[in-house]
């Protein structure tokens, strides 16, 4: 607040989100107070430059600390009264937190290198270390901001970071082990924070999931690396190629077939009980990465159903979304600054429309 009469600068009753706090008036007379409290920095600058940074306490204003308060700016320049010219920032140092969400590419598995969407969505929790590197990065010399501005900037910025890097691992390994991932991804991000003047205190990945078109083939992929997965599929060529000797005509081909086939057989049934000595047959859940025994209908872990069960029992159609939103049903953020409702929300990946 400014009191003119007074000539007071202080920032008193702060909104819970507020990040940064600009005093309106640009003449600052010689003898003005600044009180700055313990959760803040007050900055001034002039001229694009930064003159000092205060940090808590009770100043009075004078030459001592700015030697531009004089009265040449009154006798050279025609003022009515000894004033100096400059913006005086206040920075919080309270730590904030917020909600990220991102859809990007990345690969499933090593040695599996489709492409596939990630849709992910999180918390984040950081805080201002550095003021001046903070106003020189993120504010730099413009005439006007604020804190919804510089919140705004912070989304895009965060969620831009973490796109990037969760681009760059497998599918699995984080569906796999989102705490894992959490730490990584927190870790490759945290200088770019710093070379902002911010710390970034934690980062969790609270979900991560991809279309319902790739779920299957990645279950299918999963479930073939194992070599019992690999075994149950030369049972399905099997039972195919019996299919077929059965529909044949006769002749050679007919007879060659049911003399190979016994023991085709034979040898697999070798292998498959030898398979279930060694080991039981474990697929991974494609919804939480959990293994279950092969085959199986519900995640022992999760409770979601198997890919073979939702190809038994069509999935419940959602109901339609509304053609527009104020505010995300999923995760409650505030769409109302966007031209139009996206197809995906950009805070917490849900699909829209």
């Given at each position: ?23 309106d ?8 107070s ?11 600058v002039?001229?694009g ?20 308060l004089?009265k ?5 320049l025609?003022y009515?009264?000894n004033?100096?010219k ?17 859809r ?13 969407p990630?849709m ?17 990065q ?24 973490i ?11 984080v ?14 991000i945290e200088?770019d ?15 991560v ?11 299918e992929?999963?479930r ?8 149950y ?19 050679a081909?007919?007879g060659?077939?049911m ?30 990465g ?6 199986y ?54 699909q829209?429309?």
């Amino acid at each position: 607040m400014a009191d003119e009469r007074t000539n007071v600068i202080a920032w008193q009753n702060p909104g819970p989100e507020d990040i940064v706090w600009e005093y309106d008036q640009e003449y600052i007379r010689t003898l003005t107070s600044l009180t700055v409290d313990e959760w803040q920095w007050a900055v001034f600058v002039r001229d694009g430059q930064i003159l000092r940074v205060f940090d808590a306490g009770k100043y009075s204003l004078t030459t001592a600390n700015f030697p531009f308060l004089t009265k040449i700016y009154e006798k050279v320049l025609g003022y009515k009264e000894n004033v100096f010219k400059a913006k005086v920032i206040f920075i919080s140092k309270k730590q904030f937190q917020g909600k990220w969400g991102v859809r990007t590419m990345c690969k499933v598995a090593q040695n599996y290198d489709a492409p596939i969407p990630l849709m992910g969505n999180g918390e984040f929790t950081y805080r201002v270390s550095d003021p001046e590197t903070f106003i020189t990065q993120m504010i730099g010399g413009g005439k006007s901001f604020n804190t919804g501005s510089v919140s705004s900037f912070m989304k895009s910025f965060i969620n831009e970071q973490i796109g990037q890097q969760l681009g760059k691992q497998y599918y699995m390994d984080v569906f796999g082990n989102l705490d894992s991932a959490s730490l990584l991804t927190k870790m490759n991000i945290e200088e770019d924070f710093k070379n902002r003047g911010l710390e970034l205190l934690a980062l969790k990945i609270n979900n991560v999931s991809t279309e319902e078109a790739y779920q299957k083939d990645i279950y299918e992929v999963q479930r073939l690396r194992t070599d019992v997965g690999a075994q149950y599929k030369q049972f399905e060529v099997m039972e195919k190629m019996a299919d077929a000797i059965g529909d044949s005509s006769g002749g050679a081909a007919f007879g060659t077939g049911m003399m190979l086939f016994p023991q085709m057989m034979q040898q697999l049934n070798q292998q498959a009980m030898q398979g279930n000595v060694q080991q039981q047959p474990k697929v991974l859940c494609p919804y939480c990465g959990n293994p279950n025994d092969y085959p199986y209908k519900f995640c022992g872990n999760c409770g979601k159903p198997s890919p073979q069960m939702q190809q038994q029992q069509p999935p419940a159609q959602p109901a339609a979304a509304p053609k527009s939103f104020k505010n995300c049903p999923y995760c409650g953020e505030d769409l109302s600054g966007l031209p139009k409702t996206p197809k995906f929300c950009p805070y917490c990946a849900e699909q829209l429309s």
